[in-house]
Every structure is written in C-alpha cells, then in structure tokens.
C-alpha cells in the first residue's frame, strides 16, 4: 500500500482474535473485542495509510467455488495461506491464468518465500519454465504431519521477515519489465531465527516434467469440490470431512502431543478429544475438538461452517 500499489484485493474467512495481535500488526485490540472479520478490518487500517489505492475485502472461504472469480483481473497472486491445499488450489489458479505466485511462509523460528513463474506445459528446455508449486509439493501432506502456528507456535519476527521478502518480490516483479520479470523467480530464501542463518536455493531444476498442473493442465484442486462441512443437527457442532484420507496409524498420537499446550487432550473410543484452552465461539461457547483416525474433525461449541473449518485448519491442519 505504501509503494502505491493501484489495486489490492484481500480474502480472509476468519475473524480478528487476541491471539493474532502478536504477529499480525494490522489488527487491534478493538478489533479483536469486537471480532471482526480481518479482511474488513486490513481493508479500513490500508485506506488510512494510502487512500489512493484500491482496495477489496472478500471475506470468505478462498476455494475452488471462489478462487476464479476472486482473482478476476489479478496480476500477481499472493500466497498468505495457512493451509497446503489453499496454497495448491493458488497454484492452479496462477498456472491456468499464467500468473507469478509468490510464496511464503512461517511457523516456529523458520520461514521461506520463493517468487514462481510457471509455464503451462511449457517445454523443460525454455529458460524461463521453472516450477509451480505443486511441482514442489505434489500432494497435501498427511493431516496433522505438517506444524501450524496454532500448534507449534510462531515468532511475530519471523512471520514479519516472511512477508518483507514476500513484499519485496511482489513488488519487484510488479516493477520490472515484463521481459525480465522471470529472473527473479525460482529461487528459494529460508531463514532461521534461531542462528540467524539465511540461505538461497535454486530450484529452477525442481520443475516435474510430470507434474499433473504445469505439465498436464490438470487443475485438481480448482475443479475439486470444496471442503465437506455439516452442521450436526441437535449437537450444536460442525463436522468437516477430511480433504484427503489419512493412512498413518500414529497420527492420532502425534496430533495429541502436538495441542498438548493448547488443552488437554486424550484418545477415547478412537478418538481424540479435547477442548480448546482460550478459544470461544462466535456465541462464547467454548470450543472442542474430536479428530477421527480417518481425518474427520467435529468442531463442538459453534453452528458456523467458516468458523468450525479456521478452527480445524489452525489446530489440525491438512
């Protein structure tokens, strides 16, 4: 906003909560008491600081029903997803619309960010053809395999550092001229707070000639149907069905020790159950969590679908 950007759109599902402030400087304590949705409240703390820019809030679920007509117009797709299967159905919107992704993330100490200029079957030989996303994730990760910053926690500094390369890129990419755009892609940051190490990988090799979206044109995530969530009548919960199956007989046991210090969590019946600490609904009920060994979640204290599947993708992930 400040670099006079013309037109930025957020999309955001969730609403403003204490537990955010440390890390996502946008927001307030007002905004938290009165639980507003983020998108709305970046959209009004952007206009104070650049009213001649444009910008859109949507504040809803990013899936394959919205992703197309979100992004309408885009010229550089941001990833701040917390989620893999957002960040692949982001890929198959940047690949099918010919779009530079930046990506980025953090969780614990550590980050990375990486600008993606993929080629829809784009031959392995042409320079500029580097990889998507998908090419270096292939498949959503296991429920529950990968860390979030509900689950492992996050330095504030670390999240702050991956958005300043993120920004860096985007804005270098939105600069450049279009036939030199390209150089600044396919190559890796990470970093590590802990050592204060930093380091560069190319990964331009890293293309799959193989891979089912840039290679075949198969946008699996963008034409899949968007995540299952029923409200369980007379229970005053939400289920939500997993997006992949769940083949790791341990992962019940490693999610448990992973929310071991948000609550006390225990496998009963073969399931593992617990209640979230400091976490209410939108009407202050407390909120608990069931996970099934097939990747089934029931968010118990909440009738909202949106606010049940924050929930699930913080704490489970997946």
């Known amino acids: 906003m400040r670099a006079g950007v013309g037109t930025t759109t957020l999309v955001d599902r969730d609403l403003v909560d204490l537990t955010n402030l440390q890390?996502?400087?946008?927001?307030?304590e007002a905004d938290a008491r009165t639980?507003?949705?983020?998108?709305?409240?970046?959209?009004?703390?952007?206009?104070?600081?650049?009213?001649?820019?444009?910008?859109?809030?949507?504040?809803?679920?990013f899936s394959p029903l919205s992703a197309l007509r979100i992004t309408e117009g885009a010229t550089l797709l941001i990833d701040c997803l917390d989620n893999f299967e957002s960040r692949?159905?982001?890929?198959?919107?940047?690949?099918?619309?010919?779009?530079?992704?930046v990506y980025g993330g953090a969780v614990g100490m550590r980050g990375m960010a990486a600008l993606l200029f993929p080629r829809l079957a784009a031959p392995s030989a042409?320079?500029?053809?580097?990889?998507?996303?998908?090419?270096?994730?292939?498949?959503?990760?296991?429920?529950?395999?990968?860390?979030t910053c509900d689950s492992a926690g996050v330095l504030?500094?670390?999240?702050?550092?991956?958005?300043?390369?993120?920004?860096?890129?985007?804005?270098?990419?939105?600069?450049?001229?279009a036939d030199s755009r390209e150089s600044l892609a396919n190559v890796l940051t990470r970093f590590d707070l802990e050592d204060f190490s930093f380091g560069r990988?190319?990964?331009?090799?890293?293309?799959?000639?193989?891979?089912?979206c840039c290679a075949r044109g198969q946008f699996d995530f963008l034409n899949a149907a968007a995540q299952s969530a029923r409200v369980l009548c007379g229970r005053y919960a939400v289920q939500i069905a997993p997006a992949g199956s769940v083949e790791d007989a341990q992962f019940l046991g490693r999610l448990a020790?992973?929310?071991?210090?948000?609550?006390?969590?225990?496998?009963?019946?073969?399931?593992?159950?617990?209640?979230?600490?400091?976490?209410?609904?939108?009407?202050g009920a407390n909120v608990n969590l069931i996970v099934f060994p097939d990747g089934r979640v029931i968010v118990e204290g909440t009738t909202e679908p949106e606010f049940a599947r924050s929930i699930a993708a913080r704490f489970v992930g997946g």
Request: proline letters at 8%; charged letters at 25%.
């Open 23 to 28: 890390r996502q400087t946008l927001f307030t």
């Open 35 to 61: 639980r507003r949705p983020k998108a709305e409240a970046a959209k009004e703390r952007l206009a104070q600081v650049n009213s001649e820019v444009r910008v859109r809030a949507w504040v809803e679920e």
């Open 88 to 101: 692949l159905l982001l890929n198959d919107v940047a690949v099918q619309r010919g779009l530079p992704m």
């Open 126 to 147: 042409e320079p500029a053809a580097g990889p998507c996303f998908r090419c270096l994730v292939p498949v959503v990760p296991p429920m529950g395999s990968a860390e």
């Open 156 to 177: 504030s500094s670390a999240t702050g550092v991956a958005a300043s390369l993120q920004a860096a890129l985007a804005l270098r990419t939105l600069a450049a001229a």
């Open 201 to 212: 990988t190319d990964i331009h090799e890293a293309r799959d000639p193989a891979c089912p």
């Open 257 to 283: 020790e992973r929310l071991r210090p948000h609550g006390a969590f225990t496998i009963e019946s073969g399931a593992l159950r617990g209640q979230l600490r400091g976490e209410v609904s939108d009407s």
